[in-house]
């Protein structure tokens, strides 16, 4: 194994239900990259579902773990990378972004409800999950955009056409 650290061509962020897993995988294959996605590497590594890890063994065993992830992905993957939505608010990661081409997908309250769904299996969502959506959504906004390099609008789109309008800004 090369000890050479690899960069990702693309670093996804945004709120739950803005698109990043989808439209992730999508801007992959028309870069002829692969997609990697923080939460999967977590769940890879836990054995069990991020919503288990929030109930079994806390938050902050999750954001532990997460931070992990993120920092491994970020200096060994060269694809497009997906991060958790909370990912972002760890100090250390903020700094880990700084030169990274940060995308921000941004999306509306309603749409990342639809997209979401009330009945919600996401751990941060349990209890009213439009309230807490839009908290989080508040609270993580500025960060999010501080981050980013490039902020694209996802409300009322097809994830293609969001992943090529990607494609073509990089």
């Not at 532990?64 to 760890?90: C, F, P, R, W």
């Amino acid at each position: 194994m090369s000890s050479a650290s690899h960069q990702p061509v693309v670093v996804l962020v945004g709120p739950p239900g803005s698109g990043k897993s989808t439209i992730g995988q999508l801007l992959a294959e028309r870069l002829g990259v692969s997609f990697r996605d923080t939460d999967t590497d977590v769940e890879t590594v836990a054995g069990k579902p991020v919503s288990d890890i929030f109930v079994e063994d806390g938050e902050a065993k999750f954001r532990e773990l997460e931070a992990e992830a993120v920092q491994a992905a970020l200096t060994g993957h060269d694809g497009v990378l997906s991060l958790g939505g909370g990912s972002v608010l760890h100090e250390p990661t903020q700094e880990l972004l700084a030169g990274q081409r940060v995308v921000y997908l941004q999306v509306g309250l309603d749409q990342a409800v639809k997209r979401v769904g009330l009945g919600s299996a996401r751990p941060l969502l349990v209890l009213n999950p439009r309230s807490q959506l839009r908290k989080l959504m508040e609270e993580r906004r500025p960060v999010y955009e501080r981050l980013a390099v490039i902020t694209v609008k996802t409300d009322d789109r097809e994830p293609g056409d969001v992943a090529d309008e990607i494609a073509g800004t990089l």
